[in-house]
């Protein structure tokens, strides 16, 4: 014990030396960092909120936004692939949400990130109604929980009771889900995923690209028939003769036998579905636009990323998969951020890849934000984001006055 806690002591001295350093030895650095805002797709609803958002953040030293133009399965862009976003729907069609905000932002020196949703679909209580909408369109797409899996096993998913009961049992089990998700073992959705961001890079001069929810929602997730099937065929030639046969044995009475009794393989094949969709994604961005960034919001704790949720996001920066790892370290307590954040730039730099440490500034007051600024600072990260700009644009109890990003400003840039 005492050992333990002489390390600790000057672990913490060594960090304080290096805050030191970084903030006040090395003023270059806050020249070069990203300054980065995730904008949620309420700002990109008019050319008023898009004006002042970016007016906003080039007034205040901010340099980079990335913003949600694929909220729940719609797009706040002209789509070749998905619906108009029905927020959009008070708007004449000529309005373009994503081509208004790189105009306006580029003049101002701004770079801009779509940020895309990836497997995350629909709210729970505001189900899409657009025949278009995937939700409606292709309704096999959809990722079912284990606890309804060998009930809707043999129900088409035509069968508005198939959408009816994942649908049920998410609102039952709102603590781990956002909503209603699609399934990446399917290659259908992951196709589809790909044709939206090859989309974007066509036709918008983004500097970045960025993937949220590029995870599985929960560990009951995904037992949809695909992912069944498609996970059985990956398993059987890792098993023995006797394996296989006691696994078809088990089959014929219980459609989910193959992840109950090798729960460990079926943990690897989550992951690696996840892992195939960033991996084609990243090498054909680099392929039509190699200065376009490729970043991902990702579980802040690695351990949870990896065995809850199948994101695997330190090994995509290990196989240089992607460009830049953004943890969404929202922890208010700023130990804990320090460890998360420290966690990600060990295993990017390694990798010789870049971290932008996300701060949950809806959670905190600025002042708390602007210390966790400085120790991103002072773990080299590369730069933050701030969640969310739509949090600190407007008055709240720990946003009173409205001028969060003012006070950003002034203690930290």
Same mark, same amino acid.
């Given at each position: 014990?005492?050992?333990?806690?002489?390390?600790?002591?000057?672990?913490?001295?060594?960090?304080?030396?290096?805050?030191?350093?970084?903030?006040?030895?090395?003023?270059?650095?806050?020249?070069?960092?990203?300054?980065?805002?995730?904008?949620?797709?309420?700002?990109?609803?008019?050319?008023?909120?898009?004006?002042?958002?970016?007016?906003?953040?080039?007034?205040?030293?901010?340099?980079?936004?990335?913003?949600?133009?694929?909220?729940?399965?719609?797009?706040?862009?002209?789509?070749?692939?998905?619906?108009?976003?029905?927020?959009?729907?008070?708007?004449?069609?000529?309005?373009?949400?994503?081509?208004?905000?790189?105009?306006?932002?580029?003049?101002?020196?701004? #770079? &801009?990130?779509?940020? +895309?949703?990836?497997?995350?679909?629909?709210? /729970?209580?505001?189900? %899409?109604? $657009?025949?278009? @909408?995937?939700?409606?369109?292709?309704?096999?797409?959809?990722?079912?929980?284990?606890?309804?899996?060998?009930?809707?096993?043999?129900?088409?998913?035509?069968?508005?009771?198939?959408?009816?009961?994942?649908?049920?049992?998410?609102?039952?089990?709102?603590?781990?889900?956002?909503?209603?998700?699609?399934?990446?073992?399917?290659? #259908? &959705?992951?196709?589809? +995923?790909?044709?939206?961001?090859?989309?974007? /890079?066509?036709?918008? %001069?983004? $500097?970045?690209? @960025?993937?949220?929810?590029?995870?599985?929602?929960?560990?009951?997730?995904?037992?949809?028939?695909?992912?069944?099937?498609?996970?059985?065929?990956?398993?059987?030639?890792?098993?023995?003769?006797?394996?296989?046969?006691?696994?078809?044995?088990?089959?014929?009475?219980?459609?989910?036998?193959?992840?109950?009794?090798?729960?460990? #393989?079926?943990?690897?094949?989550?992951?690696?579905?996840?892992?195939?969709?960033?991996?084609?994604?990243?090498?054909?961005?680099?392929?039509?636009?190699?200065?376009?960034?490729?970043?991902?919001?990702?579980?802040?704790?690695?351990?949870?990323?990896?065995?809850?949720?199948?994101?695997?996001?330190?090994?995509?920066?290990?196989?240089?998969?992607?460009?830049?790892?953004?943890?969404?370290?929202?922890?208010?307590?700023?130990?804990?951020?320090?460890?998360?954040?420290?966690?990600?730039?060990?295993?990017?730099?390694?990798?010789?890849?870049?971290?932008?440490?996300?701060?949950?500034?809806?959670?905190?007051?600025?002042?708390?934000?602007?210390?966790?600024?400085?120790?991103?600072?002072?773990?080299?990260?590369?730069?933050?984001?701030?969640?969310?700009?739509?949090?600190?644009?407007?008055?709240?109890?720990?946003?009173?006055?409205?001028?969060?990003?003012?006070?950003?400003?002034?203690?930290?840039?």
């Amino acid at each position: 014990m005492p050992q333990r806690g002489t390390k600790r002591i000057r672990s913490i001295g060594a960090f304080c030396a290096s805050l030191w350093l970084l903030t006040f030895a090395c003023p270059l650095v806050a020249a070069q960092e990203v300054r980065a805002l995730w904008v949620v797709r309420s700002t990109l609803t008019s050319p008023e909120k898009i004006h002042q958002l970016v007016n906003s953040a080039a007034d205040n030293g901010f340099n980079t936004l990335i913003v949600q133009i694929r909220g729940r399965g719609d797009a706040y862009y002209k789509s070749k692939v998905e619906p108009r976003a029905m927020e959009l729907k008070d708007q004449p069609p000529s309005f373009d949400p994503l081509a208004l905000t790189l105009t306006a932002a580029h003049k101002r020196g701004l #770079k &801009v990130h779509g940020w +895309i949703n990836t497997n995350l679909l629909a709210n /729970l209580d505001s189900l %899409p109604t $657009d025949p278009d @909408h995937v939700y409606n369109k292709h309704p096999e797409w959809l990722a079912v929980p284990k606890p309804v899996a060998a009930e809707l096993y043999n129900v088409s998913p035509r069968d508005p009771a198939y959408r009816q009961k994942i649908v049920e049992w998410s609102k039952a089990n709102r603590g781990e889900l956002e909503g209603v998700y699609t399934g990446p073992a399917n290659p #259908k &959705v992951r196709d589809h +995923i790909y044709k939206i961001w090859m989309d974007v /890079l066509k036709h918008y %001069p983004v $500097d970045g690209l @960025h993937f949220d929810y590029v995870r599985f929602a929960s560990p009951d997730f995904d037992y949809s028939r695909t992912s069944l099937e498609k996970f059985r065929k990956w398993l059987e030639p890792q098993l023995t003769a006797d394996e296989r046969r006691e696994l078809k044995k088990t089959l014929k009475t219980n459609p989910v036998a193959a992840p109950e009794m090798f729960p460990a #393989k079926f943990a690897g094949f989550q992951r690696a579905q996840v892992t195939t969709l960033v991996e084609r994604i990243y090498h054909a961005v680099k392929k039509r636009r190699p200065e376009a960034l490729v970043s991902a919001a990702v579980f802040a704790n690695d351990e949870n990323a990896y065995t809850r949720r199948f994101q695997d996001w330190r090994r995509w920066l290990q196989m240089g998969i992607l460009d830049v790892a953004c943890p969404m370290a929202y922890s208010t307590d700023t130990a804990v951020f320090q460890k998360q954040i420290e966690v990600a730039t060990t295993t990017a730099h390694n990798a010789k890849r870049r971290v932008w440490a996300g701060i949950g500034a809806y959670r905190i007051p600025s002042e708390s934000a602007v210390e966790k600024i400085n120790v991103a600072r002072a773990l080299n990260a590369e730069g933050f984001i701030l969640f969310s700009y739509d949090f600190t644009a407007r008055p709240s109890e720990l946003n009173p006055d409205g001028a969060y990003l003012e006070r950003v400003r002034r203690a930290a840039f």
